[in-house]
T-cell receptor, first 112, second 113 residues
Framework: DAGVTQSPTHLIKTRGQQVTLRCSPKSGHDTVSWYQQALGQGPQFIFQYYEEEERQRGNFPDRFSGHQFPNYSSELNVNALLLGDSALYLC???????????FGPGTRLLVL | GENVGLHLPTLSVQEGDNSIINCAYSNSASDYFIWYKQESGKGPQFIIDIRSNMDKRQGQRVTVLLNKTVKHLSLQIAATQPGDSAVYFCAENIETSYDKVIFGPGTSLSVIP
């Protein structure tokens, strides 16, 4: 049983560019959440997708957007990249029963 | 507001000793708490969770204690092993916020062989 998978593992972009990160949830999970983790800090909640709609959103600008597909996989898009967007982006999936979220390995984004 | 914090940012323990990692939270509406372990270069790994209707929950070598009166959470690791070296995060969740999980800043645990 595959856990949460994310792609790519690493990415380098320049300021002003756009990036798309991908996530496949754990089997049996239908909810996907995205987090940003800066070096030395805890993950910060970006948003959550359920039934292909954004259900919850953290304190992130509209440059951060997402999508969930019918197979529950999800994408995180970030437009007009800033140097401060450099971080580890984590995807987590969960079941409909309000149990713990399971995290993927993350995508490390470096903005130059 | 919502806030989850840790008393100790770093903790060093001797192999074989017990470890205790503490966490304070400020939102009395939080009713579900999770401990995660994060090794270098990896995503957070679920360790154990506890709901607000419980005071204690045990897993394999780990125990979580919840004191709602003082809004305090702790993770106890028995017979700490070198493989336990990692950053540990406590996280809280409020039922009315669906699955929005708020993480604390983390405690780095180092096990001395």
């Amino acid at each position: 049983d595959a856990g949460v998978t994310q792609s790519p593992t690493h990415l380098i972009k320049t300021r002003g560019q756009q990036v798309t990160l991908r996530c496949s949830p754990k089997s049996g999970h239908d909810t996907v959440s995205w987090y940003q983790q800066a070096l030395g800090q805890g993950p910060q909640f970006i948003f959550q997708y359920y039934e292909e709609e954004e259900r919850q959103r953290g304190n992130f600008p509209d440059r951060f957007s997402g999508h969930q597909f019918p197979n529950y996989s999800s994408e995180l898009n970030v437009n007009a990249l800033l140097l401060g967007d450099s971080a580890l982006y984590l995807c987590a999936s969960s079941s409909p029963y309000r149990e713990a979220q399971y995290f993927g390995p993350g995508t490390r984004l470096l903005v130059l | 507001g919502e806030n989850v914090g840790l008393h100790l940012p770093t903790l060093s323990v001797q192999e074989g000793d017990n470890s205790i990692i503490n966490c304070a939270y400020s939102n009395s509406a939080s009713d579900y708490f999770i401990w995660y372990k994060q090794e270098s270069g990896k995503g957070p790994q679920f360790i154990i969770d506890i709901r607000s209707n419980m005071d204690k929950r045990q897993g394999q070598r780990v125990t979580v204690l919840l004191n709602k009166t003082v809004k305090h959470l702790s993770l106890q690791i028995a017979a700490t092993q070198p493989g336990d070296s990692a950053v540990y995060f406590c996280a809280e969740n409020i039922e009315t916020s669906y699955d929005k999980v708020i993480f604390g800043p983390g405690t780095s645990l180092s096990v001395i062989p």
